[in-house]
């Protein structure tokens, strides 16, 4: 036991001394002062917080600015007191009720569309025309009316216009065509409404001007009258 401790303070003495001599090596190399330096610089140095100044902003007055020479000499307007006028109010329609659609019979509908074609060999070649039969999506709903796609390319404009239709008595309804669409929009559906179109109407369009129609309507219901006034012939 005694041993064992005498061995272990020979060791921790050894230890001391060797601990002391490479001490006195590093500071005759000046080994010491060079760690120390290079510990220095590889260590991260912590980086300064920037100020940031708080930013103004400036009112600019875009009034004054003039780029163009042609209002250069003019005083520059007021925006803030111009007044708006509103747009004028758009024609109103009482809605159609859809659930109560009527639709033609297959043989009133091509009765309406043979006396529209007697009508039409009776036109002018000079002035194209075609018939058009009314469908429910032509006169309730959505009011597109879609025309035949060879007229259109033969003989209306090829980009989108303003179209004038005239009834038999003379009164005129603009609509909007579209030419990559081939057929009329807007104005359509006033013209329908006013002219009480129904389901299987047949409608003659005869093209009078580039961009004006004379348009005659066969009323699907006068096959009824008809039938009824020979009726009343009959008795």
């Known amino acids: 036991m005694v041993e064992s401790k005498k061995k272990m303070l020979t060791y921790e003495e050894s230890r001391l001394k060797r601990l002391e001599e490479n001490k006195k090596r590093m500071e005759e190399l ?3 002062k060079l760690a120390q330096a290079v510990r220095s610089a590889t260590s991260p140095k912590p980086s300064p917080m920037k100020k940031v100044k708080p930013r103004v902003r400036q009112e600019v007055d875009l ?18 007191e111009a007044v708006i006028e509103p747009l004028g109010r758009p024609r109103s329609y009482r809605r159609r009720d859809l659930l109560n659609r009527v639709y033609a019979a297959d043989e009133d509908r091509q009765y309406a569309i043979e006396r529209a074609e007697q009508l039409q060999s009776e036109f002018d070649a000079d002035f194209p025309s075609f018939v058009k039969p009314m469908l429910q999506s032509h006169v309730t709903g959505g009011f597109w009316l879609g025309l035949p796609v060879h007229f259109c390319k033969t ?3 090829k980009h989108d216009e303003y179209v004038t239709l005239i009834d038999e008595n003379g009164d005129e309804s603009e609509t909007k065509y579209l030419a990559l669409k081939t057929g009329l929009s ?13 389901d299987g109407d047949a409608l003659v369009f005869q093209l ?9 309507i066969i009323r699907v219901n006068q096959a009824e009258d008809e039938e009824t006034e020979g009726v009343d012939n009959v008795i």
């Open 30 to 32: 000046n080994l010491t």
């Open 63 to 80: 009034s004054s600015v003039r780029r163009s020479n042609r209002v250069a000499d003019k005083p520059a307007p007021n925006y803030r």
């Open 155 to 157: 003989h209306l404009p």
């Open 186 to 198: 807007g104005g359509w559906r006033g013209f329908a409404i006013d002219h009480e179109l129904v």
């Open 208 to 216: 009078t001007a580039p961009t004006r129609f004379k348009v005659y």
